[in-house]
């Protein structure tokens, strides 16, 4: 077993009831909390009055910026940054799914450093500081992993370019996993936050910082999420499937903050960053099927364990077998969620493809793949990603 280093310091409190202990948390870093989710629309409003009542009776002083965007930009960023430096926040917490956990950690950047959260993206000299403001999160959706992870993901619209913040200061303190709270989510961001666990679990598994540790985490990840997720795609009320895919989000969370992700991510990355209206889990749905077909021959063995926790009938064949059709599995996985679809349907430009697949090498994550990409081979991939039915 080869040697690993596994890093975790944010505070977990997992379970059914535990929103209640938000005062209690945000308490203990600070008395001027920003509060930071998407719009108060009308079915969050419920969640959002009583996390602030819950706040305000234990002494902490409140704003609420409620301007978090889908594929979070650098121009939200900086308006939840002016309004963090406004009301002297000393805390910022993140409640909501990936999007609001995400700009939480950007403004509490971006509001006690100079510039803006944009300088301090993971290729830049410049990194955050202890300066930076304590993060709390109460995650909505099982997804994004964000609530334990180093990472933040923004976007630079002018740039259509969607990068990270990825600095240890930036993991939250505490993160609340109530799966209560995701009862009310609807389908198709069950579906599409629930395969972004799944992808992230296989991913670490296949990475090459995958660990002993990793794998047993990511396995277990991936065994939920074959399990439970469309148990929550066809009945969110389901308490039981909320939970499973809460830890399951968890656990692949822990799996991207040790070791990584790997060519999806980083396609899927400049998918999002050039066509901001398509979801994360969306944009590495796309790309799936024919990732899988150009990678399993370079990692067989992991291929072909993952297929044979899709179908069990794949127990008594061989590995070169098993991977093979392990990619089969998936893309019948993906169409039992919904979430199979293609680059056209999304609304992508044929036109753009050439400058899609140059952007899906601007981040590091397709040199972790077991088969490394050219830049033609990923011209290929979204070629093929782009009609295939």
Known sequence: MKSFNYYQPSEIRFGTGRLKEVGEVVSKYGRRCLVVTVSDAPVLKPLFRKVKTILVKAGVKVEHFDGVVLNPTTESITIGAKLAKKHNADVVLGLGGGSSMDSAKAIAVEATHPGTCWNYIWCRKKQPTKKTLPIITVTT????????????????????????????????????????????????????????????????????????????????????????????????????????????????????????????????????????????????????????????????????????????????????????????????????????????????????????AKQSMVLPDYKNNPKVASLSDIKKILKKSYNHK
């Not at 991936?222 to 795609?233: G, N, S, T, Y």
């Not at 796309?286 to 179908?311: D, E, G, M, Q």
């Open 141 to 356: 959706t099982s997804g994004t992993g964000s609530q334990v992870t180093q990472v933040t993901v923004i976007t630079n619209t002018k740039k259509r370019d969607k990068s990270a913040i990825y600095n240890p200061i930036i993991y939250p303190k505490v993160s609340i996993i109530d799966p209560e709270l995701m009862l009310t989510v609807p389908k198709h961001i069950t579906a599409s936050t629930g395969f972004d666990v799944f992808a992230h679990a296989f991913e670490s598994y296949l990475h090459p910082n995958c660990s002993a540790y990793i794998e047993l985490l990511a396995l277990k990840a991936i065994r939920i999420v074959v399990k439970d997720l469309p148990k929550a795609v066809k009945n969110g009320a389901s308490l039981n499937a909320r939970t499973s895919m809460a830890w399951a989000d968890t656990l692949a969370g822990l799996c991207i903050a040790n070791a990584g992700v790997t060519l999806p991510h980083g396609m899927g990355m400049a998918i999002g960053g050039m066509y901001p209206h398509i979801m994360h889990g969306e944009a590495l749905a796309i790309t799936y099927p024919i990732f899988t077909r150009y990678t399993y021959k370079s990692a067989i063995r992991k291929f072909a364990t993952v297929a044979r926790i899709f179908n069990k009938n794949l127990l008594s064949e061989k590995d070169e077998n098993a991977a093979k059709k392990g990619c089969e599995e998936i893309d019948n996985f993906l169409k039992k969620i919904g979430m199979f679809f293609n680059l056209e349907q999304l609304e992508v430009s044929a036109k753009e493809l050439p400058a899609l």
